[in-house]
Each structure stands twice: as C-alpha cells, then as structure tokens.
C-alpha cells in the first residue's frame, strides 16, 4: 500500500491557490467597478456587465473547488 502522491498533492495545492487568487482579485475587482460606476456616473447596463464577470468567475472557482474535494475524496 503506498502513500499519497507528492505530485497530486502539489497539483491540488496550486489549484486551490489558483482558486483563491481568482476569489480575491474578483472581490477587489468588483467592488472597484461599482464604485467607479458610482462616481462616474456609468450606464447601468456597463455596471451589469461587471456583476455578470463576478459571477462567472465566482462559479468557476465554485466548480474548482468541487473538483478538488472531490479528488481529496477517493
């Protein structure tokens, strides 16, 4: 019986801080567009196009991190 594999574990490791630099930057990123949109005045339909881009990149990461546990599992 052997151990866990160094490689897998490594693999999931920069996955999961993938993950976590995508959540980071989306939250910064968003939450700069809307106060731009705020204070510039913007369309609201640009502002929109920002919250569907976050919600994208929230539902990518989502499914990544599915797909991590899920390996974690067997």
Not at 62 to 71: A, D, H, P
């Amino acid at each position: 019986m052997s151990g866990p594999d160094p490689e897998h574990a490594r693999k999931m490791a920069l996955q999961a801080r993938l993950v976590a630099f995508v959540l980071a930057g989306t939250m910064l990123l968003w939450m700069g567009a809307q106060y731009l949109g705020g204070k510039m005045g913007w369309d609201t339909r640009y502002v929109f196009l920002f919250d569907f881009a976050a919600i994208a990149a929230f539902l990518w990461a989502l499914v990544v991190t599915y797909q991590i546990w899920r390996s974690r599992q067997g």
